[in-house]
Each structure stands twice: as structure tokens, then as C-alpha cells.
């Protein structure tokens, strides 16, 4: 069936460090895939998409990009700030369904 | 207007009494979907609205009982909950299936934080 695997987290890293978080997903067809991030105490936010192979997502300096070859999402970041802090979620929706599959969810921590 | 918005932002209630959560969006969209999200936990699919038609139930006990009343509402009717149904509640939505549905984009509320004494 189909699955996503994000890395295990906590993620520890000090301010303007760079961030890599990797994701990598097995689906039948052809799905279109999500970061979200989860602030605490809030819903699930939009990060950034991509819906089909080579694609680039990117939004506030967040970047992933679509590799079908390598089934990988992976969410990269040059310099994190302390505002990054959150749950970051990877999701894949497969054409004809309605739903997502989420990964486990990975915790980023930046310290000052 | 691209916001989903969800009432009450935090509920307590007893196994006994019955209570309801809102959900509404104003972008169009013809499917919503109620989530149930534990800590630490990503979030679970209970139920999908496909113009307000109930086209997904995940096997959800009876307790949970969701309403489409029209294409911007979704409620869910809780009944005779249990402590273990303790979590965030999500509401979400997205465009609806005469789209393509791989670009199924969903667009998530700010949950209702449910505590059941």
C-alpha cells in the first residue's frame, strides 16, 4: 500500500544552521506530495507541494524537490530560526482518493 | 479568503453530555474532511464530505456523527464520548473532484482541543 517514512526526530539545531528532513513515500500512480508544519497549539499549515516528478516546492525558505527516481520529498532549509520550531509533516495524495497519506511527523527544535 | 475556521477552540465535556463542532470555509471548496489528531501523532482520517454527500466514514464509532448542513458547514455531533477521545479535532478542505483530485490540496483549520472527563 501506499506509505510515507520521515526521519525520526527530535531535530536539535542552533540557529542558522541548515536543515534537512527527509522524507520518502511508495505509491501506486503518479501522487502529489506535501510538507505541512504544525505549529504547537495550532492546525496543520500549507508549506510548500509539488505534484509531479522534478518539481520544486518552496515557500519562506523552505525548499523540497520531487524525485521519482529516488521516491523522496525531502525538506531542506539554508539557515533555520528559532521561529522554525514546529512538527513537520510530509503527505502524499494519490489521484482518484480523497486521501492523505501523512508521515509520522518530524519535531524541529532551534535553539538561539 | 483562503481560511478554514473551526468553533469552539477548546471543549470540555463529560461522557454524558452532547456537544457539537463547527467547521466553515468561503473558498469553494466541495470537500471538507474532519481529522483526529493524538499528540504527538499525525493526524486520522475519520470522515470526507464530497458535495455534501458523506463519501468517507473510516470506520468511526456511532458516538461520532458528522452533518454537512451545506457546502461551506461541516459539524460533528459528538454523543456518549470516552477520556480515549481526548484529542485535536481538524477540520479541512479542498477543491472539489471535477479537478483533478491528485492536486488534492487540503487546506487545514485550527482545530478544536477536545478533553472528555
Known amino acids: 500500500g501506499d506509505s510515507v517514512t520521515q526521519m525520526e526526530g527530535p531535530v536539535t539545531l542552533s540557529e542558522e544552521a541548515f536543515l534537512t528532513i527527509n522524507c520518502t513515500y511508495t505509491?501506486?500512480?503518479?501522487?502529489?506530495l506535501f510538507w505541512y508544519v504544525q505549529y504547537p497549539g495550532e492546525g496543520l499549515q500549507l508549506l510548500l507541494k509539488?505534484?509531479?516528478?522534478?518539481d520544486k516546492g518552496s515557500n519562506k525558505g523552505f525548499e523540497a524537490t520531487y524525485r521519482k527516481e529516488t521516491t523522496s520529498f525531502h525538506l531542506e532549509k539554508g539557515s533555520v530560526q528559532v521561529s522554525d520550531s514546529a512538527v513537520y509533516f510530509c503527505?502524499?495524495?494519490?489521484?482518484?482518493?480523497?486521501?492523505?497519506?501523512f508521515g509520522t511527523g518530524t519535531r524541529l527544535k532551534v535553539l538561539a | 479568503d483562503t481560511e478554514v475556521t473551526q468553533t469552539p477552540k477548546h471543549l470540555v465535556m463529560g461522557m454524558t453530555n452532547k456537544k457539537s463542532l463547527k467547521c466553515e470555509q468561503h473558498?469553494?471548496?466541495?470537500?471538507m474532511y474532519w481529522y483526529k489528531q493524538k499528540a504527538k501523532k499525525p493526524p486520522e482520517l475519520m470522515f470526507v464530505?464530497?458535495?455534501?454527500?458523506?463519501?468517507i466514514n473510516e470506520s468511526v464509532p456511532s458516538r461520532f456523527s458528522p452533518e454537512c448542513p451545506n457546502s461551506s458547514l461541516l459539524n460533528l455531533h459528538l454523543h456518549a464520548l470516552q477520556p480515549e477521545d481526548s484529542a485535536l479535532y481538524l477540520c479541512?478542505?479542498?477543491?472539489?473532484?471535477?479537478?483533478?483530485?491528485?492536486?488534492?490540496?487540503?487546506?487545514f483549520g485550527p482545530g478544536t482541543r477536545l478533553t472528555v472527563l
Open positions: 479541512a478542505s479542498s477543491q472539489g473532484p471535477e479537478l483533478a483530485v491528485s492536486y488534492n490540496e487540503q487546506f
Open positions: 505509491a501506486t500512480g503518479y501522487p502529489s
Open positions: 509539488a505534484t509531479k516528478a522534478d
Open positions: 503527505a502524499l495524495s494519490v489521484g482518484g482518493t480523497y486521501k492523505y497519506i
Open positions: 473558498m469553494g471548496h466541495r470537500a
Open positions: 464530505y464530497s458535495y455534501e454527500k458523506l463519501s
